[in-house]
Each structure stands twice: as C-alpha cells, then as structure tokens.
C-alpha cells in the first residue's frame, strides 16, 4: 500500500472557542436582575390563575399577552444570567435599549391592559361573592389576576424606568 503525502495546506480552523457557561451573580444581585425574578414570579401567578378557571372573551387576550411578555422576560433574563446576550443577532450590543423597549412597551402596556381586562371581568361577576351564592365563582380567581397584573405592570415600570436611568447617564451595560 501506497502511503499518501500529508496536506499541503492545514485545515480551517474550527469556530473560536467559547468560554464556559457560568452565572452571571453580579446580575442576579443587581435591581434589575430581583425586578426580573419578581416579574417572572407575578407574570407566572398571573396566567396560571387565568388559565387554571374557565374564561371566554378578552380573557383570552389577557392571557395571550401575559405568556408572551412572560415568555420574553424568561428569555431576557435567562441571556442576561449567563451574559450571553452578545449572541442576539442586532440587539446584543443594544441590550440595555433592548430590555428598555421590553420593559416599557410590552410589560407595561400589555400588562396593564391584561390587568384591566381582568378587572373589568371581576367587576362583572362580583355579584357571585354574595353570601349563599351556590354557582361556581370566578371573581376570586379574575381579582387576584388582576391584582397580579397590576403588580407586574409596577414592576416593569420600574425596571424600565432603572435601564432609562442608566441610558441618560451614558451607561451602556444592564448592571
């Protein structure tokens, strides 16, 4: 057998190594890093309560808006722990621009229509809180989603309002 010559010219190399996937602490103790706990736990409580009972009508808007802010807050928060939002093709070098617009317009708004779509359904059935109503009783369940998205809409006003500060004082990074 024949043997064969080496390669004249050496292979590519591979993609640059990255490092090891470790916590980002210093976020996770920062203001916006316990806003985000606080709103993921709040936004959970709230689709869980509206999904968890019947509900028709707006209802379904309001939980369609709260999975989705809370589905996006769980990405955001999850790329900030592991400081890996350089990896978000065209946002990772705005990422304070980008939890900015995500606190202000999509938790905020989306939240605070949810929570008032709630309200106005607990308003509606708080004929059922009466003592010796015998039928199954929603307005338990619409105000204390209401109640949740009231809060979590807080809670993304201040974060949003904690990323503007650092945008005006030319601060680039989220912690």
């Not at 043997?3 to 103790?29: E, K, N, Q, W």
């Not at 809060?151 to 201040?158: D, E, Q, R, T, V």
């Amino acid at each position: 057998m024949a043997r064969t010559a080496p390669p004249a010219v050496p292979p590519p190399p591979g993609p640059p190594a990255r490092g090891s996937l470790s916590l980002h602490r210093a976020y996770l103790r920062s203001p916006l890093g316990l806003l985000r706990l606080g709103q993921l736990a709040l936004g959970a409580a709230f689709w869980v309560t509206v999904a968890a009972h019947r509900y028709e009508g707006a209802a379904h808007f309001a939980l369609f808006a709260a999975v989705l802010v809370w589905l996006l807050t769980l990405a955001l928060f999850g790329l900030s722990l592991l400081g890996r939002w350089a990896l978000v093709p065209w946002l990772g070098s705005r990422w304070l621009l980008t939890n900015l617009v995500h606190d202000l317009v999509l938790g905020v708004g989306l939240y605070a229509a949810a929570a008032g779509i709630m309200g106005y359904k607990a308003g509606q059935k708080s004929y059922c809180n009466l003592p010796g109503y015998s039928q199954h009783c929603l307005y338990g369940a619409y105000l204390s989603a209401s109640v949740c998205g009231g809060i979590a809409a807080c809670l993304y006003l201040f974060s949003g309002l904690y990323c503007l500060s650092r945008r005006c004082r030319d601060q680039r990074d989220i912690i």
